[in-house]
């Protein structure tokens, strides 16, 4: 079979995966394990927990598999911190062949006891992973007997590779974290007047953009989950009143937990682009029904729509015309790039995500144009047969989606976790629309030849 038909093959094991807005009438499949065979661009259970757990600054990250599994580190992820650093550290039992015949839980302890004695922290993720889950360590009573012998907290992570895809990693990482929070036995809860935030990584400080947001409003943050906390402020966050979750893909479920265990009301938020960051600001505002927070939330939106709005009309006036493509980790975050897309005058022709949910899809599918194709769970194959066919001039994408578009001499830019540029709130909007307009308007389109995409339109932007 040649390269092309094998790719129609898979395409049309895929094809309810996949839509063109306008041609099918029929609701996209999402939210199922990736067609056996297919590479699917979409990160492992263990990658899924390790991105949302990563970021608590104090805790070591310890995984036990292979060291392999441990090449994910901080280096791969901008979250920042105030506080330790510990979190930039990545441990590793180090499975070995002997230890998949024999089992690795005795490894795995003494890892801990060795890690304890070094930095004596008072909180250890150990996490799961694929051969683990084939061996059948049990994760569990190693960090119960450890938790025991230390007086600290272990949490195991069930982040086995092989029970599902990476939505089943981030609610690993979340029910690890439910575990963290729960309070003492008698102990009483009483709420104050602070928010949660979650689903937010603080990748190149974005945490803390909105917690200034919230202090202007007249609110105050209390933890984010998991951008710059530790083990005491996660401690606190049973007392929260409002939780706000920026990646639902990732969060949901633990809002979900705490609105029905610890009564906690949640609203989803985006604070990418202005519409949804001052949509989301104002949604937040009216929780408190008090006519002096909406004040303040008024001023704050007036005050910081001006100061970016002239830059982003010179963006967009050079900008206006051009395509993009997006495949990006949530259905949350596609949805807002949408919209930052319309506000720097770029149309989006190909969509899609790893773990959008069928409401998400929905969503997109309202907003998209007619002969936007949208897709789930792609491979690179589809990926770049979609953007080729549709002309996209950038691609929005993650690590593993970098090399696809410079092989294909498009535009990329980074929207995950390595990114060192804050992407969230106003000052986000105009860093987003910069980064647009310097890879998509680079010199370098020069020089990239026939079917290295320069057309027109980019001609004109270089000009
Ligand atoms: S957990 Fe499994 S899929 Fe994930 S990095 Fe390790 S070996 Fe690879």
């Known amino acids: 079979m040649r390269d092309t038909e094998r790719l129609e093959a898979a395409i049309e094991e895929r094809k309810d995966s996949i839509q063109t807005k306008g041609k099918q009438k029929q609701q996209l499949k999402c939210d199922t394990n990736s067609v056996a065979g297919c590479v699917s661009q979409r990160a492992c259970v263990y990658c899924g927990a390790r991105v949302v757990l990563n970021p608590v600054t104090d805790a070591i990250h310890l995984v036990h598999g292979p060291i392999g599994c441990a090449s994910y580190t901080w280096d791969i992820r901008g ?3 105030s506080g330790s650093d510990l979190y930039r550290f990545s441990f590793s039992t180090d499975l070995q062949e002997m230890d998949v015949i024999f089992g690795g839980e005795k490894k795995l302890a003494r890892a801990i006891d060795g890690l304890v004695e070094k930095y004596q922290p008072k909180l250890i993720f150990v996490y799961s992973t694929c051969i683990v889950g084939v061996i059948g360590d049990d994760l569990e009573a190693v960090c119960k007997a450890a938790a025991r012998r230390h007086g600290i907290e272990v949490i195991p992570v069930q982040s086995s590779g092989f ?6 990693g981030y609610r690993a990482a979340c029910d690890a974290l439910l575990k963290l929070i729960k309070p003492a036995e008698n102990e009483q809860i009483s709420k104050n007047n602070t ?5 937010d990584f603080n990748l190149a400080g974005e945490v803390w953009i909105i917690k200034d947001y919230l202090q202007r409003m007249g609110l105050a943050l209390n933890v984010a989950f998991t951008g710059d906390s530790n083990y005491e402020t996660l401690k606190t966050a049973t007392k929260a009143s409002l939780n706000i979750v920026q990646c639902a893909g990732s969060m949901i479920y633990l809002a979900n937990q705490m609105k029905e265990i610890y009564d906690i009301p949640y609203h989803n938020v985006s604070f990418l682009g202005l519409e949804d960051t001052s949509d989301s600001l104002r949604r937040i505002a009216r929780t408190y029904n008090d006519l002096e927070i909406m004040r303040r939330t008024e001023e704050l939106i007036k005050a910081e729509t001006a100061a970016v709005a002239p830059l982003l009309a010179r963006y967009r006036e050079k900008l206006r015309g051009k395509k993009a493509a997006i495949y990006v980790g949530g259905g949350f975050k596609a949805i807002s790039l949408i919209k930052q897309f319309r506000e720097i005058g770029i149309d989006v022709v190909m969509i899609g995500t790893q773990t959008g949910r069928q409401e998400e899809y929905d969503t997109i599918n309202d907003l998209v144009d007619d002969g936007t194709v949208i897709l789930d769970d792609a491979n690179p194959s589809e990926l770049e047969r979609f953007m080729v066919e549709k002309g996209a001039h950038l691609l929005v994408g993650g690590v593993k989606e970098r090399p696809l578009a410079y092989k294909l001499g498009i535009a990329f830019i980074d929207h995950n976790h390595d990114r060192k540029h804050p992407l ?18 680079s010199p370098v389109w020069k020089y990239t030849g026939e079917g290295g995409g320069l057309d027109e339109q980019r001609k004109c932007c270089l000009s």
């Open 79 to 81: 979250s920042l911190t």
């Open 163 to 168: 029970i599902g895809n990476k939505s089943a």
């Open 195 to 199: 928010i949660n935030y979650l689903g």
């Open 424 to 441: 969230s709130g106003y000052v986000g909007a105009v860093n987003f629309a910069q980064e647009v307009y310097s890879t998509v308007c």
